[in-house]
């Protein structure tokens, strides 16, 4: 019986290979660069700003994000968050003056507004601005402020013009390339179920059970995944003569996300069974051979090359009829529901009908005719 590759994978190896995977080392390497640059221009700003020069890598550096709309947002929301942490310490400032109860008042007040989600990621310096002002300004506080503002602005646009000048690549590929091992991890799935149900009973083998709860989280970072691709293309010239959208890879990952689902319930039952569990039922010794054939099959379907999709179907439909008709034989010879192997026979049906093949329509004769004469 034929099995595909299985995918597995530590978690530290994953955060491993994210950490050092090429658009990861280019966006740090222009982090790096934004900072260097910030910190360069930062003392020979005018006034009394070249004075706080270390707030202008702290702006690049909050700028920087893997798509060019992300940094420019985040930018412009610091710089708005800063400006109504100002404020309200101006406002304190010109009333009744700084002291232990004024700054915890504005921080207070401040950390209230930062509630409001006018500010998205700009939300967290308000408070932080205002309690700056106040005890690091002191009787400079206009100076402070002036310079706090215009140094973090610098760092800001520093960031956003590094990003702009060496763009981030669309990350559409890699959330292709990651749907692609979620379809394998499906597979593969199916595929320790069948093997575990071919061993001695009950199975010794039960790593699925504890994968079947991850699916759920992992198409739902898939989600976000796709997500932050279509951000990455927005504003982004190296997007500009890609392809214009992601509707392929949203389409298919919501039909992974409902394969996951049923085979979730495939694994639940049989785990319920297994492990003997009150709401359990007994799976008839009988259907194990054919319910581990026809998962295997589909586990095949799933994991099997994209030229091979219209027969690696007919022969998972084919398995999965062969344990239909075995689940209704042995309904009737013992005249009882046959438990896991009714509702594993259902769940395995509908994934075939979400993964049907989309063969390429055929020409009707109307259209066979005008080819013939446009030849």
Not at 88 to 104: E, K
Not at 117 to 124: I, L, M, V
Not at 159 to 180: C, F, K, Q, W
Not at 270 to 293: E, G, K, W
Request: with cysteine; charged share 20%; net charge negative.
């Amino acid at each position: 019986m034929r099995r595909p590759l299985r995918l597995r994978g530590t978690g530290i190896g994953t955060a491993a290979r994210g950490a050092v995977s090429r658009a990861r080392l280019l966006f740090a390497a222009k982090t790096a660069l934004a900072v260097g640059i910030a910190w360069t221009i930062a003392p020979h700003m005018p006034g009394v700003a070249d004075e706080y020069p270390y707030y202008a890598p702290f702006g690049a550096l909050i700028s920087m994000y893997p798509t060019l709309m992300s940094s420019a947002k985040t930018g412009l929301q610091t710089l708005l968050g800063l400006g109504a942490g100002i404020a309200l310490a101006t406002l304190v400032l010109m009333t009744v003056g700084p002291s232990v109860w004024s700054i915890a008042a504005v921080v207070g007040v401040g950390v209230i507004v930062s509630g409001t989600g006018w500010f998205g990621a700009g939300r967290e310096y308000i408070p932080m601005a205002a309690l700056f002002v106040l005890i690091i300004g002191g009787a400079d506080a206009e100076d402070y402020s002036f310079g706090y503002v215009t140094q973090t602005a610098v760092g800001v646009i520093v960031g956003l013009l590094v990003n702009a000048i060496i763009p981030p690549a669309p990350l559409v590929s890699e959330a292709a390339a990651r749907i692609d091992a979620f379809q394998q991890r499906l597979a593969a799935h199916l595929d320790d179920i069948a093997a575990a149900l071919t061993e001695e009973w009950p199975p010794e083998r039960d790593g699925w059970m504890q994968d079947a709860g991850a699916l759920a989280e992992t198409s739902r970072s898939l989600r976000d995944a796709l997500i932050e691709a279509d951000e990455s293309r927005r504003g982004n010239p190296r997007a500009w003569h890609g392809r214009g959208d992601t509707s392929e890879e949203h389409a298919r990952l919501e039909t992974l996300v409902e394969v996951a689902h049923q085979i979730r319930d495939v694994s639940g039952c049989l785990s319920d069974t297994i492990n003997d569990r009150p709401s359990a039922f007994p799976l008839d010794p009988a259907l194990v051979d054919p319910l581990a054939a026809a998962c295997q099959a589909v586990a095949d379907l799933l994991g099997g090359e994209d030229e091979d999709v219209e027969q690696l179907h007919a022969h998972a439909a084919e398995a999965v009829d062969v344990l239909l008709r075995a689940v209704h034989a042995r309904s009737v010879e013992t005249d009882a529901v046959a438990g896991p192997g009714v509702l594993s026979a259902m769940h395995l049906q509908r994934i075939l009908s979400m993964l049907e093949p989309v063969l390429d329509p055929e020409p009707d004769d109307g259209e066979s005719a005008q080819a013939s004469s446009s030849e």
